[in-house]
């Protein structure tokens, strides 16, 4: 056998080097006609990457382990802050524990229907585990700087395995319902103390049938700032929720982004019980004082 028929590969078509038209495209449809950004600086991957959207809708193609040990793989090669890898990820392909799980992380009728359910979980139970070894106290791990870094380290690996994915065909979502219950949710996926999920992940192949477009995002101009921030964000925000507004309308859903925002935040007593997620930290061993 050759070298490169024994090369592993993983073909996806629509991976290639993008042409100018499929580029402006592509542009057009994130951002629409006026103002979208213009470069030149593209490969297959940022065009993928511009075409990303949530996929909700799975098709019956299963993903092997091999698929899933590729994007998990490529997952740990993300940065991980100080060299700490505070973060884990929890695969659960069983149906009935994705039956079970289900109520716990917001009910998302589709959370059942995707060959893989992820959950990715700020991790700080090795350190701990290193620290009671060593007999030495593990006061640091107590502080919001290392709950945070837990936290931001599993997004990083997250992106990394959604950018994998995609790449390969496949599409996500991510579920932040996955906080809705955080102690049920943690004795559920029997995590150990200093241990949380940050948020759970759908993974598949896309149906056929799935419908999901690629969402709009506001312009550029009011989310990359140049040397300091420009607070004047109104007047970017109110042509965004134009879009984004137009954008639902299309499914023939009555939205408005803006009110959407402002009643979101209105309110700090009902966020599907991530209202307390502090006190539920601090139940799972992370103080975040
Ligand atoms: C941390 C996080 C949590 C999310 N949680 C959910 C969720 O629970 N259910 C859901 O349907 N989508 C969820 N999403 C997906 C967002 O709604 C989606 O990314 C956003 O509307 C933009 O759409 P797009 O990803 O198709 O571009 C989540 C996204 C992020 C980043």
Known sequence: MSEAAD??????????QPTRDELVEALRVRFGGDGAPAFDAVNPTILRQLQHRSVRRFSDRDVTDDQLRA????????????NQH???VIVVRDQARKEQLKPL????????KAPVLLFWIADLHRSAALAERAERPFAGGALLEA??????DAALAAQNA???????????TYIGGARNHPEETAAALALPP???????????WPSPTDRAKIRPRPLPEIVVHHEQYDADVLPGLDAYAERINAFFAEYGREFDWQTYITEHFADDADFFGRE??????????????
């Open 86 to 88: 505070s973060w884990s």
């Open 71 to 82: 994007i998990l793989t490529a997952a740990q090669a993300a940065s991980t802050s100080s």
């Open 194 to 204: 200093h241990t949380a999920v940050a948020f759970g992940m759908t993974l598949g």
């Open 276 to 289: 307390r997620l502090r006190e539920a930290l601090r139940d799972l061993g992370l103080p975040s004082d």
């Open 162 to 172: 959604t950018v994998a994915a995609e790449s390969l065909g496949m599409g996500i």
């Open 105 to 112: 992380i917001g009910n998302q009728p589709f959370i059942d």
């Open 147 to 152: 709950t945070l870094v837990a936290f931001v």
């Open 7 to 16: 090369a592993p590969t993983s073909q996806n078509p629509d991976l290639h």
